[in-house]
T-cell receptor, first 112, second 115 residues
Framework: QKEVEQNSGPLSVPEGAIASLNCTYS??????FFWYRQYSGKSPELIMS????GDKEDGRFTAQLNKASQYVSLLIRDSQPSDSATYLC????????????FGAGTRLFVKA | DAGVIQSPRHEVTEMGQEVTLRCKPI?????LFWYRQTMMRGLELLIY????????DSGMPEDRFSAKMPNASFSTLKIQPSEPRDSAVYFC?????????????FGAGSRLTVL
């Protein structure tokens, strides 16, 4: 069974610091990777997608992908209290079809 | 665009009752997904449709669960009879499905409590 693993946290960082969120996946054939943010009581929303090895930057967010190590990470620079949420790592199942498998999520707290 | 619209937002029912959850996907999105989220199991895919056709229902927990998509703008997830262990937040999501990727837009969710 394909798996996406994340540390459930909580991860606590001070305001202005860099938050580093990590994710590993089991299917070596995976090609598409996503980070979703979910505020308490709300639905997940996409914040980053990454398909190639290396870094992808979007504002304060940087996604990093290492397919050889089957590892995806999300860096949040200059963390703000408004970044406090659960971050879900997601991987597209490449064995046919259009399924996305989600990790359990990492809870992030940014202290003011 | 109003996004993915789900109803009801909250449902409290008694064990044994039928529950119907509804979803309107984003216009033009070819894929519709039903997910269930609990603290214990996280976000689980129940079933998904492509162009109104069910493609993969392997995540549907048992025969008490059924889903339909009679047209491109409407889908239902039905639980009959409901049990307390079905208590969860049920999300509907849609995707345009282009470029081979799978970017999902989620609805606000339906929080189900079965007493």
């Amino acid at each position: 069974q394909k798996e996406v693993e994340q540390n459930s946290g909580p991860l606590s960082v001070p305001e202005g610091a860099i938050a580093s969120l990590n994710c590993t996946y089991s299917d070596r054939g995976s090609q598409s990777f996503f980070w979703y943010r979910q505020y308490s009581g709300k639905s997940p929303e996409l914040i980053m997608s990454i398909y190639s090895n290396g870094d992808k930057e979007d504002g304060r967010f940087t996604a990093q992908l290492n397919k050889a190590s089957q590892y995806v990470s999300l860096l949040i620079r200059d963390s703000q209290p408004s970044d406090s949420a659960t971050y879900l790592c997601a991987v597209k199942d490449e064995t046919g079809g259009f399924k996305t498998i989600f990790g359990a999520g990492t809870r992030l707290f940014v202290k003011a | 665009d109003a996004g993915v619209i789900q109803s009801p937002r909250h449902e409290v029912t008694e064990m044994g009752q039928e529950v119907t959850l509804r979803c309107k996907p984003i216009s033009g999105h070819d894929y519709l997904f039903w997910y269930r989220q609990t603290m214990m199991r996280g976000l689980e895919l129940l079933i998904y449709f492509n162009n109104n056709v069910p493609i993969d229902d392997s995540g549907m927990p048992e025969d008490r669960f059924s889903a339909k998509m009679p047209n491109a703008s409407f889908s239902t997830l039905k639980i009959q009879p409901s049990e307390p262990r079905d208590s969860a937040v049920y999300f509907c999501a849609s995707s345009p499905g282009n470029s081979g990727a799978n970017v999902l837009t989620f609805g606000a969710g339906s929080r189900l409590t079965v007493l």
